[in-house]
Nanobody, 120 residues
Framework: QVQLVESGGGLVLPGGSLRLSCAAS????????MGWYRQAPGKERELVAL???????NYADSVKGRFTISRDNAKNTVYLQMNSLKPEDTAVYYC??????????????WGQGTLVTVSS
């Protein structure tokens, strides 16, 4: 069993900042990739940022220069620092991870989602 627990969402004014956290726990052997997706009302879920254990970090064009993804591998945690927030960033943000568990099988895991609302 592996689970992701997110925190850090909330209500923020346009131009403000928030930091999301997502911690993985359970029978983890290694974590290949961690990332964030979001789903706005009436829209499909979309990639926000993806950070593999090796390779290039990817960002959606709409968040480049404003959002920063980072990982603390010792804590199995991924963060999303969101600056210069806009109303169009309002969405439920989901953490996602590709994890090799103790029996060497690979699982994709989703967090429960955390709501970010950008509004005056």
């Amino acid at each position: 069993q592996v689970q992701l627990v997110e925190s850090g969402g909330g209500l923020v004014l346009p131009g403000g900042s928030l930091r999301l956290s997502c911690a993985a726990s359970g029978m983890i052997f290694s974590i290949n990739v961690m990332g964030w997706y979001r789903q706005a009302p009436g829209k499909e879920r979309e990639l926000v940022a993806l950070m593999p254990s090796r390779g290039t970090t990817n960002y959606a064009d709409s968040v480049k220069g404003r959002f920063t993804i980072s990982r603390d591998n010792a804590k199995n945690t991924v963060y999303l620092q969101m600056n210069s927030l806009k109303p169009e960033d309002t969405a439920v943000y989901y953490c996602n991870a590709g994890i090799v568990v103790l029996d060497q099988s690979y699982v994709e895991v989703w967090g429960q989602g955390t709501l970010v609302t950008v509004s005056s």
